[in-house]
């Protein structure tokens, strides 16, 4: 009999269940209690913390709940709340897992894939009892990046939203980390950016960055490289934010 995958570890952002053979995110919550991206996760919280009372943060494409745990803590005193979105049924099991062991009311956890259309997304299997980077599975018809495993020939389908369906309001901060994704995310979302003019960081190492980056910069945003992300920032809250944004490489 297998061991079972799902752990609960000990993190800054409370207990959280996380699979053991996962070698990124789970790897740096073990060695170090926090996420490989702690100082990003550090300044969505920070961000939250100072956003209105009940503003929303969206992450979408949330790998084991680390932004969720942690803004949502952010945001619990002003009434706010965060949807997480994970196309991988297990992984999203996961989240709420962590939000119920941690007594986390106001984080919402979808299992959906976000994009621009409704058509369900052949989501591909792996083998969660083997070793792998469970946050680098790719939802397209083939798998660009090389990772530990092959897909399995089975796939289960899941959902697909766009974010301007759903009518969110008062969103202070999203995050979207969709391995591809990125683009077809933003023209789902674009009439929720224009209303709503939330920071945003999104990863683009998988994308085409230029076409990222002139989406914002056509809304009026600020755009600097962090890493594998773009930090984006609309230009009138650019003075408010309260932390250094020069030490983020800006275009």
């Known amino acids: 009999m297998k061991l079972p995958y799902t752990i609960v570890l000990p993190t800054v952002y409370g207990q959280m269940l996380v699979n053991r053979h996962d070698?990124?995110?789970?790897?740096?919550?073990?060695?170090?209690?926090?996420?490989y991206d702690v100082r990003?996760?550090?300044?969505?919280?920070?961000?939250?913390?100072?956003?209105?009372?009940?503003?929303v943060m969206l992450d979408i494409g949330?790998?084991?709940?680390?932004?969720?745990?942690?803004?949502?803590?952010?945001?619990?005193p002003n009434g706010g709340s965060v949807h997480a979105f994970e196309g991988q049924r297990m992984l999203a099991y996961m989240i709420c897992g962590s939000a119920a062991i941690n007594?986390?009311?106001?984080?919402?956890?979808?299992?959906?894939?976000?994009g621009n259309?409704?058509?369900?997304?052949?989501?591909?299997?792996f083998d969660y009892h083997s070793e792998m980077n469970f946050g680098s599975v790719e939802f397209g018809a083939n798998q660009t990046e090389r990772l530990h495993q092959p897909r399995l020939p089975s796939t289960e389908n899941v959902p697909q939203i766009r974010i301007d369906d759903m009518d969110y309001r008062q969103i202070c901060f999203a995050k979207i980390d969709v391995e591809g994704m990125e683009y077809d995310v933003l023209v789902g979302a674009s009439k929720t950016f224009e209303r709503e003019r939330p920071v945003a960081l999104i990863e683009y190492?998988?994308?085409?960055?230029?076409?990222?980056?002139?989406?914002?910069?056509?809304?009026?945003?600020?755009?600097?490289?962090?890493?594998?992300?773009?930090?984006?920032?609309?230009?009138?809250?650019?003075a408010s934010l309260g932390i250094e944004l020069p030490a983020i490489e800006g275009q």
């Open 40 to 55: 990003q996760i550090e300044i969505a919280s920070f961000l939250c913390e100072r956003a209105p009372s009940g503003s």
């Open 62 to 76: 949330a790998n084991f709940g680390a932004y969720s745990l942690s803004c949502a803590r952010a945001l619990m």
């Open 205 to 238: 190492i998988k994308s085409d960055k230029a076409q990222l980056a002139n989406f914002f910069l056509q809304l009026d945003y600020k755009v600097w490289t962090w890493g594998s992300d773009l930090f984006c920032v609309p230009r009138e809250k650019e």
């Open 103 to 114: 007594s986390i009311e106001n984080l919402y956890v979808h299992h959906a894939c976000v």
């Open 23 to 35: 070698i990124n995110q789970s790897n740096a919550l073990i060695k170090t209690g926090a996420a």
């Open 117 to 125: 259309g409704v058509e369900d997304i052949p989501i591909p299997h």
